[in-house]
């Protein structure tokens, strides 16, 4: 809102904000009513007739129907809600995942938007563009709703606690993206003088920022910055070091404020280096071109990246970046006035939900198929040693969401396999497996207590593959109609 009136940018790709609101609220609707189902199937348990009661009702209300192992002892003993919660969580990923995958335009049209966007970085001079940010839920929605690009035009998107990204392992996916240009030619040849750009998004809360910022950094912005900065200067000078000066990447450092999700962009200056103090504020920008023509805001965007670049004093670098960057900074900026009018359109500027409010801890892979804000915290890893600061931080944060109030903490593993390599679904399923093992070991208590449940998902790299949910012992349990 602004003068108390609601905010019309004349920017904002409205068409868009209300697709990507309906589904939204489809399912963040859809997973809000697990607990309010399984109440009512609570309150049935003694019934003669119960397991059929329990079925009809979990198929009207979730659309699945639950574990019958689960349900037919509850005349026993009571119902055991912990696990019947766990099941539902993941069977919902699964049904909605299916739903979500025969609901989506067609594939002509995604590849369309994908080349598209792809052309653009290209004639940015960037043959890749690899996004770090933190694991916090709340960031969950930044390539589709924050930065409104197509995922598939992103090299790499993997989330890391504090956005902690780790260097060895960016850069061995940077050597497999040169690998690609000598010896395929794709997206470019190596000699066509494009680089490799590697962001990294850190957040903070202006509502309040002692609290919910970033939890890995103690929500103190400044230094969430700052250790993203340096991370981001490691990775350029490793490359550097490594493949000499002629290898080099750009880096480009943004902040973002979850309660409004408006961006904040570091200029780097013509060698490539940012400041903290060197920025683009772009809700400060919104406010000041949202009475504007769609011209005269486009012209102040640009503006006040030139802006930021002629800074002084502690912000001040060595002239402005190239002109790609330019295009691309603007560009981002411009894309995120849209998801500014669409907080503010929709929640008077502001989420009711500043803090974490996460349904699942997604492990491993992520899916594809959910990028919405505050819907999964996501612990990018291969094995539970090289994950364990991620999964500590979200294992904190769901003890006070979910195990305080006697729910369990929803483990979704998730891995992706090459069905063009032979055996690579079945190495999948062991890593699956031995992921599981590993953070039931290290959560002992928690798994004990029945405050841990896990399921576990394999998915082809193929683009639209089903998800397949598979059991402790490698099974398939279901696979989505090919």
């Not at 997973?31 to 079925?55: M, S, T, Y």
């Not at 200029?267 to 769609?294: C, F, H, I, W």
């Not at 295009?327 to 009018?341: F, G, K, P, Y």
């Not at 409010?357 to 198929?369: A, K, L, P, W």
Request: charge should be negative; glycine fraction near 8%; charged fraction near 25%.
């Amino acid at each position: 809102m602004q003068n108390g009136r609601l905010c019309r940018h004349p920017l904002t790709n409205e068409m868009e904000n209300r697709r990507l609101l309906a589904h939204e609220q489809t399912i963040k609707e859809r997973f809000a009513n697990i607990v309010p189902v399984l109440k009512r199937i609570a309150g049935l348990q003694h019934a003669a007739d119960f397991v059929e009661q329990a079925q009809a009702v979990a198929y009207q209300e979730l659309g699945f129907e639950l574990p019958v192992r689960i349900l037919a002892d509850a005349w026993v003993t009571d119902l055991d809600m912990r696990a019947l919660y766990g099941e539902c969580v993941m069977q919902m990923l699964c049904l909605l995942a299916e739903q979500a995958r025969a609901a989506s335009p067609q594939q002509c049209d995604v590849d369309q938007c994908v080349d598209e966007a792809m052309s653009f970085f290209l004639d940015c001079g960037y043959h890749a563009v690899d996004i770090s940010p933190c694991s916090d839920g709340r960031l969950k929605g930044l390539v589709r709703y924050i930065l409104r690009l197509p995922y598939g035009a992103v090299r790499s998107k993997k989330s890391y606690a504090g956005a902690m990204f780790d260097v060895d392992a960016n850069v061995k996916r940077w050597i497999e993206t040169e690998l690609m240009r000598f010896r395929e030619g794709r997206p470019v040849t190596a000699d066509a003088g494009t680089r490799y750009l590697k962001m990294v998004v850190y957040h903070t809360s202006s509502s309040d920022p002692a609290h919910e910022g970033c939890a890995a950094h103690g929500s103190n912005e400044i230094r969430a910055a700052e250790k993203a900065l340096a991370r981001l200067r490691e990775f350029r000078q490793t490359i550097e070091n490594s493949f000499c000066c002629g290898a080099s990447v750009d880096t480009l450092l943004v902040g973002v404020d979850t309660d409004t999700d408006a961006i904040k962009v570091h200029v780097p200056d013509a060698d490539g280096e940012m400041s903290l103090y060197r920025a683009v504020d772009n809700l400060a920008l919104y406010r000041q071109t949202v009475n504007d023509d769609k011209n005269t805001a486009r012209l102040k965007v640009y503006q006040a990246i030139q802006a930021a670049s002629a800074l002084g004093g502690w912000g001040g670098g060595n002239g402005e970046p190239h002109e790609g960057m330019r295009r691309l900074i603007a560009t981002l900026l411009i894309n995120n006035l849209s998801q500014i009018e669409y907080v503010c359109g929709n929640w008077g500027g502001r989420y009711p939900d500043i803090g974490h409010n996460e349904r699942f801890i997604s492990v491993g892979d992520g899916f594809e198929e959910f990028q919405l804000r505050n819907l999964a915290y996501f612990a990018h890893l291969h094995t539970v040693e090289e994950g364990a600061p991620d999964m500590d931080v979200g294992i904190q944060i769901f003890k006070k969401l979910n195990v305080s109030h006697g729910l369990p903490i929803p483990l979704a593993i998730h891995f992706r396999y090459d069905s063009r390599v032979p055996g690579c679904r079945e190495r999948t399923v062991e890593r699956c497996q031995r992921v599981k093992a590993a953070l039931e070991s290290r959560y002992s208590e928690l798994a004990s207590q029945g405050l841990l449940v896990s399921g576990m998902t394999v998915q082809d790299k193929r683009p639209g593959s089903p998800i397949e949910p598979i059991e402790a012992s490698g099974t398939r349990t279901l696979r989505s109609t090919e």
